[in-house]
């Protein structure tokens, strides 16, 4: 808990440090003021977000995944997940090319959730671009960025307490693994699974298979 905690505080101490200079600066000009509001409002999201994916993880770990399943574009839940991250792939400058399209009997909202982490997660490290591909029953998604630090068997763990760095970044508590451990439970109630085709200073490669009744 103590190292959940550190997580937490992380982006909150930022956002009280840019609170701080808005308060007590009397010669913000408009340009700087929306930069500053503009960083608190991404660390504002990071907190968000580390939070949710805390509260699935939790929810997944306890819980049998119950599936609603209806037939769904592949494509169009891509898209509506490219739309969420905009605001993170615009900022870091990555490109997301999304190519081909298959429907499949899932649930749409499970499986945005878990591929959401997974491609929030390489709009967050990757350098330039970010790639996936839909094929029937599978989601192979590509980044430039530096790779995964361990073996996607040992990240995708729920509230680890082993350090994990990723880019430079330092997770305490090993909340770096909480969206690939998310998108993997997600799969797996699918009857699918998460595999990683390809990491390393490259970028990272990774496949989303989405079960017998994908197609």
Same mark, same amino acid.
């Given at each position: 808990?103590?190292?959940?905690?550190? #997580?937490? =505080?992380?982006?909150?101490?930022?956002?009280?440090?840019?609170?701080?200079?808005?308060?007590?600066?009397?010669?913000?000009?408009?340009?700087?003021? &929306?930069?500053?509001?503009?960083?608190?409002?991404?660390?504002?999201?990071?907190?968000?977000?580390?939070?949710?994916?805390?509260?699935?993880?939790?929810?997944?770990? $306890?819980?049998?995944?119950?599936?609603? $399943?209806?037939?769904?574009?592949?494509?169009?839940?891509?898209?509506?997940?490219?739309? /969420?991250?905009?605001?993170?792939?615009?900022? /870091?400058?990555?490109?997301?090319?999304?190519?081909? #399209?298959?429907?499949?009997?899932? #649930?749409? =909202?499970?499986? @945005? $959730?878990? *591929?959401?982490?997974?491609?929030?997660?390489?709009?967050?490290?990757?350098?330039?671009?970010? @790639?996936?591909?839909? %094929? !029937? +029953?599978? &989601?192979?998604?590509?980044?430039?960025?530096?790779?995964?630090?361990?073996?996607?068997?040992?990240?995708?763990?729920? %509230?680890?307490?082993?350090? &994990?760095?990723?880019?430079? =970044?330092? %997770?305490?508590?090993?909340?770096? +693994?909480?969206? *690939?451990?998310?998108?993997? /439970?997600?799969?797996?109630?699918?009857?699918?699974?998460?595999?990683?085709?390809?990491?390393? !200073?490259?970028?990272? &490669?990774? *496949?989303?298979? *989405? +079960? =017998?009744?994908?197609?």
């Amino acid at each position: 808990m103590a190292a959940l905690v550190h #997580d937490l =505080k992380t982006p909150l101490i930022a956002a009280n440090h840019l609170l701080e200079i808005v308060r007590d600066s009397d010669d913000l000009t408009r340009d700087r003021r &929306v930069t500053l509001v503009s960083r608190l409002t991404t660390e504002n999201q990071a907190l968000i977000d580390l939070v949710q994916r805390m509260v699935d993880a939790h929810r997944l770990e $306890r819980e049998q995944v119950l599936l609603h $399943r209806q037939e769904t574009s592949l494509a169009g839940l891509v898209a509506a997940i490219a739309e /969420r991250i905009e605001p993170l792939t615009r900022d /870091r400058g990555v490109a997301l090319v999304v190519r081909g #399209d298959a429907s499949a009997e899932i #649930d749409p =909202k499970e499986l @945005e $959730r878990g *591929l959401y982490n997974l491609l929030s997660n390489a709009a967050r490290y990757a350098r330039s671009r970010i @790639e996936v591909d839909i %094929f !029937p +029953g599978l &989601v192979r998604i590509s980044d430039d960025g530096p790779g995964l630090p361990e073996p996607l068997e040992r990240l995708a763990q729920p %509230f680890s307490g082993r350090p &994990v760095e990723i880019a430079g =970044k330092r %997770f305490t508590a090993g909340t770096g +693994g909480l969206g *690939l451990y998310i998108a993997r /439970r997600v799969l797996e109630a699918h009857g699918g699974r998460l595999v990683t085709e390809a990491t390393g !200073p490259g970028g990272t &490669v990774l *496949l989303a298979y *989405l +079960g =017998k009744r994908a197609g």
